[in-house]
Every structure is written in structure tokens, then in C-alpha cells.
């Protein structure tokens, strides 16, 4: 059974940092992502890092103060968050595909963010 759990996430102060984890397990993943949806808002794309980790995404609001990282001996994805902002706001989920394929087919049931002013 395929089970991605996060963690780390909590209340912080403008410009803290947090470090999120995404523990996977049940088969070997390729692409992995983190996502985030704030109230009243889409889901949207945080960041992705490739099978290998050679490869990694940032959406623009994230580049220069998140880093995207994994470990495939402990099946863990990483989102290291430095100079939080309000707008950072948001439940943070990770995804994962399959090795065979981009799509996003697994998901986590989320972590809460909150960064206060």
C-alpha cells in the first residue's frame, strides 16, 4: 500500500524557517513534488525533483528561499523553507509518480504552514 506522510510543518514568524518531510513508502517513486493550497485557493505547484535528484523545479513566489531535496535510501523528499512569508500560508502536500510516468498519482494528506506577520 502506497502511503506518503508529511511532517514539519507548524506556526512560525515572518522570516523563520521550517523543513518539511514526506515520508514515501509502498513502491519506488519518480518524480516527487511539493504542492500548497491556501483558502480559497487552487491547489498549486511548489516544487518537484527528479528520480535521480539531479533535477529540481520552483515555482517563481519559492526560488532563492526553498530547496527541494531526497533521500532514496529512506524513501524521503525534503522542502527546506528559509524567509517565510505570510503569503506562504497554506496546507503543503508532497506527490509522487511512478517511475513510468510524470503524472502525479500519489498524495499525502497535508501539513499546515502558517507564518504570521
Known amino acids: 500500500q502506497v502511503q506518503l506522510v508529511e511532517s514539519g510543518g507548524g506556526l512560525v514568524q515572518t522570516g523563520d524557517s521550517l523543513r518539511l518531510s514526506c515520508a514515501a513508502s509502498?513502491?519506488?517513486?519518480?518524480?516527487m513534488g511539493w504542492f500548497r493550497q491556501a483558502p480559497g485557493t487552487e491547489r498549486e505547484f511548489v516544487s518537484a525533483?527528479?528520480?535521480?535528484?539531479?533535477?529540481?523545479e520552483y515555482a517563481d513566489s519559492v526560488k532563492g528561499r526553498f530547496t527541494i531535496s531526497r533521500d532514496n535510501a529512506k524513501n524521503t523528499v525534503y522542502l527546506q523553507m528559509n524567509s517565510l512569508k505570510p503569503e506562504d500560508t497554506a496546507v503543503y502536500y508532497c506527490?509522487?509518480?511512478?517511475?513510468?510516468?510524470?503524472?502525479?498519482?500519489?498524495w499525502g494528506q497535508g501539513t499546515q504552514v502558517t507564518v504570521s506577520s
Open positions: 506527490a509522487a509518480s511512478r517511475i513510468t510516468s510524470g503524472t502525479y498519482r500519489y
Open positions: 509502498g513502491r519506488t517513486f519518480g518524480v
Open positions: 525533483i527528479s528520480q535521480s535528484g539531479g533535477t529540481t
